[in-house]
């Protein structure tokens, strides 16, 4: 069991959350390795690059509502990736969305770990880092969304 993700990656659309977020990973001391990509296009992209390997994320934070690409969409092509190019990432839904449809469908996704409501804090950070890589359970199990 890995005991801290090597690289965080978070896919949003939205600048001031990503400036936001990665500022919390820092000042978290979780990792230095933040790959911050403003579509899913681009984020799967990176994944499916060779060029790449060596800073696969362990753990994606993913924003649902994007343009061109939404978080659901990249669920689905990421989920066709090659097993080595998914690595084991643990994938996180992170969104503004308080929807229970949408919270049903991150419960039923084969990809998806975790839904949690934006923004990021330190303590949320703690939770999923703690659950899933500081813990003895293994690190595709699904939370309890």
């Known amino acids: 069991m890995k005991q801290t993700p090597k690289c965080i990656m978070l896919i949003d659309d939205n600048a001031d959350d990503n400036f ?3 500022r919390v990973i820092r000042k978290s001391h979780t990792t230095d390795n933040i790959i911050v ?19 696969h994320p362990d753990l994606i934070f993913l924003d649902i509502n994007m343009p061109g690409m939404n978080g659901w969409e990249f669920l689905v092509e990421y989920n066709k990736l ?23 469908k991150a419960k039923s996704s084969d990809v998806a770990s975790e839904f949690r ?14 659950k899933y890589f500081n813990s003895g359970t293994s690190s595709h199990s699904k939370a309890t969304i």
Do not use: C, G, W
């Not at 923004?119 to 703690?130: A, F, K, N």
């Open 20 to 22: 936001y977020h990665e």
């Open 37 to 55: 990509m403003h579509t899913a296009i681009d984020a799967l992209e990176y994944l499916k690059s060779e060029k790449n390997n060596d800073t």
């Open 82 to 104: 090659e097993k080595r190019f998914q690595s084991r990432a643990i994938v996180v839904m992170l969104t503004t969305s308080d929807n229970p449809d949408d919270k049903k």
């Open 117 to 130: 409501t934006k923004p990021l804090t330190p303590v949320m950070l703690e939770e999923v880092v703690s």
